[in-house]
């Protein structure tokens, strides 16, 4: 009978594996099936490296919105990264038992926050205040990433202080029984033990950043321009996808699925690199 039970199981988890996959690989032909020819009929060079996106008059220039969506990731990443794996590092090594329980709670209460509701507090709070700091219309690269860089900390605190925290307790004692300070024991020899688990961390932020639509349609100024500054409004790959979607038809249809094949080529661009960097890293 128990035999019986773990070969079911086995089953089972097999079926749910084959499950997911399926549905990866479906998403793929579905998206590839319908914006591969408008890509072909647009012009792969004219789409891709095109600076004008107007559909009524059948330009499909989508490089804009590639600058819009590197400048906006690259931004929430210089602001989510050194803040998300710091707050992961003082939770893990060196938060007070009593404030650790509210501040996990918190962390894990930020992860929940759906996506609106955050570019609500963006388009309330941080657009004026970008507007009175720096000027201009609020609604920027800046403000896109700061919001941005706030949504990905949930993530990259979670995964980092798992991985230091499975880190065995032998690498800080030795740092100490070097003579090494508390401080030293975690930043050199903890820290570097648990860099593939921060790696992945990083990694799962910079998914989120690079597919976010709601939050960056609520603060990013939705403008399809290349942007020339900080400071200017631009427009996503996604939120491209999210606004034009709706009323879309023929042409203008496929090519907003042409620009989700981008974008999901994109990403899986940003994991292959990064992966490769983590192998060179080991």
């Given amino acids: ?12 988890f097999f079926l749910t594996a084959c499950i997911s996959i399926a549905a990866v690989v479906l998403i793929c032909i579905f998206l590839f099936a319908n914006g591969i020819p408008a890509i072909r009929e647009i012009g792969v060079f004219r789409f891709l490296f095109g600076l004008k996106w107007k559909p ?9 919105m590639i600058a819009g969506s590197l400048c906006v990731t690259a931004g929430a990443l210089f602001i989510g990264v050194p803040v998300g794996i710091l707050t992961a ?3 893990a090594k060196f938060c007070p038992k009593k404030i ?8 894990n209460l930020m992860a929940g926050i759906p996506s609106v509701v955050y ?6 709070v941080l657009v004026p205040l970008v507007r009175e700091l720096f000027g201009g219309r609020g609604m920027s690269v800046l403000t896109a990433s ?4 706030l949504m990905i900390l949930p993530t990259i605190i979670s995964v980092s202080e798992t991985a230091i925290q499975a880190v065995p307790e032998s690498y800080y004692e030795g740092g100490l029984a070097l003579g090494a300070s508390h401080e030293r024991s975690v930043f050199y020899t903890v820290l570097p033990a648990a860099k593939s688990g921060i790696f992945a961390g990083v990694v799962l932020g910079i998914g989120r950043a690079a597919g976010e639509t709601m939050a960056v349609m609520m603060v ?5 321009v290349i942007p020339d500054s ?16 709706g009323y879309s038809t023929d042409l203008h249809r496929e090519a907003l699925i042409g620009t989700a094949v981008v974008l999901f080529v994109f990403i899986l661009i940003i994991n292959l690199f990064l992966s490769r960097i983590k192998r060179r890293v080991r």
């Avoid at 009524?56 to 804009?64: C, D, E, K, R, T």
């Avoid at 650790?100 to 962390?107: E, G, H, R, S, W």
């Avoid at 570019?119 to 309330?124: K, N, S, T, Y």
């Fill in 146 to 149: 700061v919001l941005l860089g």
């Fill in 119 to 124: 570019g609500f507090f963006g388009l309330v």
């Fill in 89 to 91: 590092v003082f939770m």
């Fill in 100 to 107: 650790y329980a509210p501040l996990k709670a918190a962390v």
């Fill in 230 to 245: 900080i400071l200017s409004g631009v427009r996503t790959l996604t939120t491209n996808i999210v606004l034009e979607m």
């Fill in 1 to 12: 009978m128990k035999q019986i039970k773990e070969k079911g199981m086995k089953l089972l």
């Fill in 56 to 64: 009524a008059n059948n330009l499909y220039g989508i490089l804009p």
């Fill in 220 to 224: 990013a100024g939705n403008q399809p």
